[in-house]
T-cell receptor
Framework: TAGITQAPTSQILAAGRSMTLRCTQD?????MYWYRQDLGLGLRLIHY???????GKGEVPDGYSVSRANTDDFPLTLASAVPSQTSVYFC?????????????FGPGTRLTVL | GQNIDQPTEMTATEGAIVQINCTYQ??????LFWYQQHAGEAPTFLSY??LDGLEEKGRFSSFLSRSKGYSYLLLKELQMKDSASYLC??????????WGAGTKLIIKP
């Protein structure tokens, strides 16, 4: 079982360009999450989805958008990238939303915005 | 505000025991998680505590005191492969995880 996959593994992006980070899970989990991880800081929640068709804002949503058209996929879009969005992005999923279910993480996307 | 504190870095010797502490102040409490993260990799789940006391899982144990807002992760019989960052995270009243910055554990032979 693949679990959670993310693409691309890494990317260098010019400021002002748009980009979509892809995330797919095969565990039929209801809840999915996008985090960013920066040196010296804890993981910060960008957006989440409790179930297909619904999304919500996390701690740091500005500059990012998400969609959840089906259970498996949860893409994250940067409409116009800025250097402060340079980070490692992790997608995660858990069985049930609003529960203590363990979150399982994808391998991450390392994004550099120049 | 919500806050999770853990040491930035610790060093220990192969075969020894190390305790990584985590203190927290959050809006509500629905449990505390520990994750392990090797450099360049994803966080992986280690343990979950919601009641006070010690949970043992092989070489790893996790302790929780809700009244003190305190947890620790205890690693015994350290191996070189235990060199990683250890992340403490608290689930708040909205069932969102609040993460500490992580403790980088360096194991020396």
């Amino acid at each position: 079982t693949a679990g959670i996959t993310q693409a691309p593994t890494s990317q260098i992006l010019a400021a002002g360009r748009s980009m979509t980070l892809r995330c797919t899970q095969d565990m039929r989990h209801n809840a999915m999450y996008w985090y960013r991880q920066d040196l010296g800081l804890g993981l910060r929640l960008i957006h989440y989805s409790n179930t297909a068709g619904t999304t919500g804002k996390g701690e740091v949503p500005d500059g990012y958008s998400v969609s959840r058209a089906n259970t498996d996929d949860f893409p994250l879009t940067l409409a116009s990238a800025v250097p402060s969005q340079t980070s490692v992005y992790f997608c995660a999923s858990s069985g049930l939303a609003a529960s203590t279910d363990t979150q399982y993480f994808g391998p991450g996307t390392r994004l550099t915005v120049l | 505000g919500q806050n999770i504190d853990q040491p930035t870095e610790m060093t220990a010797t192969e075969g020894a025991i190390v305790q990584i502490n985590c203190t927290y102040q959050t809006s509500g409490f629905n449990g505390l998680f520990w994750y392990q993260q090797h450099a360049g990799e994803a966080p992986t789940f280690l343990s979950y505590n919601v009641l006070d006391g010690l949970e043992e899982k092989g070489r790893f144990s996790s302790f929780l005191s809700r009244s003190k807002g305190y947890s620790y992760l205890l690693l015994k019989e350290l191996q070189m492969k235990d060199s990683a960052s250890y992340l403490c995270a608290v689930m708040d009243s909205n069932y969102q995880l609040i993460w500490g910055a992580g403790t980088k554990l360096i194991i020396k032979p």
